[in-house]
């Protein structure tokens, strides 16, 4: 599965960005989707998960209530919409996928998903 993360840029604090990625490489599309964050000199983090099948969205107590993540199964795509935008947002948002449909427990982990896309970065100024 190959990943293709695109929608990052630079916007002022209490705008609103839309991230997606694509995945191809197989008929049908991955399972489990995730979006993570890296700002500079800090660790990767978890910021939303979702299933193909649908049910809970688990997200990032940071980001809750000003993020969704959804799907669009047709197209094998995924996004993440991100409104009222703070500057400790800034980071490289990578999008993540597994073949298998994770429990709520397991799809904050950066260790259950193989594949990666590459990265798109999110500045967001005061």
């Known amino acids: 599965v190959q990943l293709q993360a695109s929608g990052g840029g630079s916007v002022q604090a209490g705008g609103s960005l839309r991230l997606s990625c694509a995945a191809s490489g197989r008929t049908s599309g991955p399972s489990t989707m995730a979006w993570f964050r890296q700002a500079p000199g800090k660790e990767r983090e978890f910021v939303a998960a979702i299933r193909r099948s649908g049910g809970s969205t688990p997200y990032a107590d940071s980001v809750k209530g000003r993020f969704t993540i959804s799907r669009d199964n047709a197209k094998n795509t995924f996004y993440l919409q991100m409104n009222s935008l703070k500057p400790e947002d800034t980071a490289v948002y990578y999008c993540?996928?597994?073949?298998?449909?994770?429990?709520?427990?397991?799809?904050?982990?950066?260790?259950?998903?193989?594949?990666w896309g590459q990265g798109t970065l999110v500045t967001v100024s005061s």
């Open positions: 993540a996928a597994a073949d298998a449909a994770h429990i709520i427990s397991s799809m904050r982990s950066s260790t259950r998903y193989p594949y």
